[in-house]
């Protein structure tokens, strides 16, 4: 059993940048591939990016290539979501997830574990 808990949401205006992290512990952390997701009001759950187990494989939805970078540190249980040039449309709450398999999915339903969510919002 993975507990996830997720920090570092919060208010920025648009062009801003915020970095999220993502804790995990009660279990293998380095043999999962982790993945960050969002939810805005009243919309899907979104993939946004993942990982693999070994952070040399990494996934991200087009609407966030060249903005949001997902990284990992194995000794530190930690995933990480850098979030860079922010733009209103990225309001949302994010969450963590991890999947037991060794592929990056971007389907919701592919992983077996989440966090309870950070909320971000960006201001115009």
């Known amino acids: 059993q993975v507990q996830l808990v997720e920090s570092g949401g919060g208010l920025v205006q648009a062009g801003g940048s915020l970095r999220l992290s993502c804790a995990a512990s009660?279990?293998?952390?380095?043999?999962?591939?982790m993945g960050w997701f969002r939810q805005a009001p009243g919309k899907e759950r979104e993939f946004v990016a993942g990982?693999?187990?070994?952070?040399?494989?990494?996934a991200y939805a087009d609407s966030v290539k060249g903005r949001f970078t997902i990284s990992r540190d194995n000794a530190k249980n930690t995933v990480y979501l850098q979030m860079n040039n922010l733009k209103p449309e990225d309001t949302a709450v994010y969450y963590c997830?991890?999947?037991?398999?060794?592929?990056?999915?971007?389907?919701?339903?592919?992983?077996?574990?989440w966090g309870q969510g950070t909320q971000v919002t960006v201001s115009s």
């Open positions: 997830a991890a999947d037991q398999s060794h592929a990056i999915f971007s389907t919701s339903y592919s992983y077996d574990y």
């Open positions: 009660g279990g293998a952390f380095s043999s999962h591939t």
């Open positions: 990982i693999n187990w070994s952070g040399r494989m990494t």
